[in-house]
């Protein structure tokens, strides 16, 4: 196991931290093509469609075709859902992550670095100007340095932010595709609030997002900033 440490976020990390973000999300492209697969909806639309087809041009080559064009279409389908939610986070808060998690206290953005290597990232964003909630955000570790409990390090790292902070919840939203980061945030004690669909896309696939909150004790309140490397 390559040893690594967890260190705030430099500007010279960006190249690095953008090229991880997108690979973590697109991870979930299969994922969600399977599921949609899955759907009764779907098989519906899978086996009426060519038979449809068929049965008014007699052309199993056209039902052929037709299936096939519903399968690509249905997998960019999946590719779009989180294609967009990467472009949302690239013109938002990752577009500069030393303003929106550096830029003022409260806030802050951690990398896991290992043999000089980017290779996990968490953000912590505060989204009350009373520091009632922090928001966990885009925690991500790359694919080879799994199962070294890298991940669970950068969410004890938030909330130990967060109890130096003075927050008294964390929260997060993760999709029910995620499960392994599902599986992760309750094992650590987050509990489910409600879930949501985002927008239709996301309702007529039937993926909810689900809302997490972690609470924490409302009298430790200090003035620690967002630490150093």
């Excluded at 399968?71 to 990467?86: E, G, K, P, V």
């Excluded at 929260?171 to 409600?194: C, E, N, P, V, W």
Aim: proline share 4%; aromatic share 10%.
């Amino acid at each position: 196991m390559a040893p690594y440490h967890i260190r705030k976020y430099r500007e010279n990390d960006r190249t690095q931290v953008l090229g991880l973000f997108p690979q973590g999300m697109n991870e979930h492209i299969l994922t969600t093509f399977c599921h949609i697969l899955k759907l009764p909806r779907t098989l519906v639309l899978l086996l009426g469609l060519p038979l449809a087809i068929f049965l008014l041009s007699g052309s199993w080559l056209l039902a052929l075709v037709a299936s096939l064009t519903l399968l690509a279409a249905l997998r960019f389908l999946s590719s779009c859902l989180w294609n967009q939610f990467i472009d949302m986070s690239l013109r938002t808060d990752m577009s500069d992550i030393t303003k929106f998690y550096l830029g003022e206290p409260g806030s802050c953005f951690w990398v896991v670095e290992a043999k000089g290597q980017v290779v996990g990232m968490v953000g912590a964003l505060s989204t009350t100007l009373r520091k009632e909630k922090l928001e966990l955000l885009h925690l991500c570790v790359a694919s080879e340095h799994r199962n070294q409990g890298i991940a669970k390090a950068l969410v004890r790292t938030v909330l130990q932010f967060a109890r130096d902070q003075g927050y008294s919840q964390v929260i997060l939203t993760t999709s029910m595709l995620q499960r392994s980061a599902l599986a992760l945030y309750q094992h650590m004690g987050f509990q489910k609030r409600h879930q949501f669909f985002p927008s239709m896309i996301w309702r007529l696939i039937a993926v909810p997002v689900i809302s997490f909150v972690y609470w924490l004790p409302s009298d430790r309140a200090s003035e620690t900033q967002c630490p150093g490397p």
